[in-house]
């Protein structure tokens, strides 16, 4: 589902702010940690009781977010069966639903879940990153970031339009934010990562 493009700058305005406070640096992000790092408690299911595993795999085949008692838990299927790239695309999906202001839970919700996969892809492989490590290289953004391959062609798709409006309108401030967390901090850097985008060349120092 598409959202208004308002909301995609709320959205990532949001993530700029997690790189900011969570002091976010390197790839790949880990999932686990920035969770704990928030106050989140991540519960496995397999630590669950039979019926309550019954219940969770209902609710959700991957995972799910849920508030009890002021404390803050993301419910999270560690079976065998499902990649470690989507155990983190999970985690990171369901950080957003609270980040958001989403209530707990939302299977039903078009608009929420939408934000709340935004969140997640954009959180783990923003474009300023994928230009500064992969120049939008597919099989970059699959090893730099640790995500699926179908991720990697989203994300690879989502950076072409990010050039593109690099191009037209230059980067905004949650680029900024971002990019900085990554070391480039000065205007002079600044400029030459412009300049990088532009020409569709590496960042050199």
């Known amino acids: 589902m598409l959202l208004p493009s308002s909301r995609y700058e709320f959205i990532k305005g949001e993530v700029a702010s997690i790189y900011k406070q969570q002091n976010i640096c390197k790839?790949?992000?880990?999932?686990?940690?920035?969770?704990?790092?928030?106050?989140?408690?991540?519960?496995?299911?397999?630590?669950?009781?039979?019926?309550?595993?019954s219940e969770?795999?209902?609710?959700?085949?991957d995972g799910f977010y849920a508030e009890r008692n002021w404390k803050e838990y993301i419910f999270v299927n560690?079976?065998?069966?499902?990649?470690?790239?989507?155990k983190r695309m999970t985690v990171f999906h369901e950080i957003g639903h609270p980040v958001l202001g989403h209530d707990e839970y939302v299977p039903d919700d078009d608009i929420k879940?939408?934000?709340?996969?935004?969140?997640?892809?954009?959180l783990a492989a923003p474009p300023t990153a994928i230009h500064l490590f992969t120049l939008g290289s597919q099989n970059g953004i699959h090893t730099k970031f640790d995500i699926s391959d179908n991720a990697s062609?989203?994300?690879?798709d989502y950076y072409v339009s990010w050039r593109n409006k690099v191009i037209r309108s230059g980067l905004a401030e949650y680029d900024v934010t971002i990019l900085y967390q990554l070391g480039i901090r000065t205007d002079i850097q600044?400029?030459?990562?412009?300049?990088?985008?532009?020409?569709g060349k590496a960042y050199e120092q």
């Open 27 to 53: 790839y790949p992000v880990c999932a686990t940690m920035l969770a704990e790092q928030m106050g989140f408690t991540i519960v496995p299911y397999s630590s669950l009781s039979p019926d309550a595993y």
């Open 56 to 61: 969770a795999v209902k609710a959700s085949p």
């Open 78 to 86: 560690d079976s065998k069966a499902i990649g470690k790239e989507r």
């Open 113 to 122: 879940e939408s934000e709340a996969r935004f969140f997640g892809k954009y």
């Open 153 to 156: 062609r989203i994300a690879s």
């Open 190 to 199: 600044l400029e030459r990562f412009i300049k990088s985008v532009k020409e």
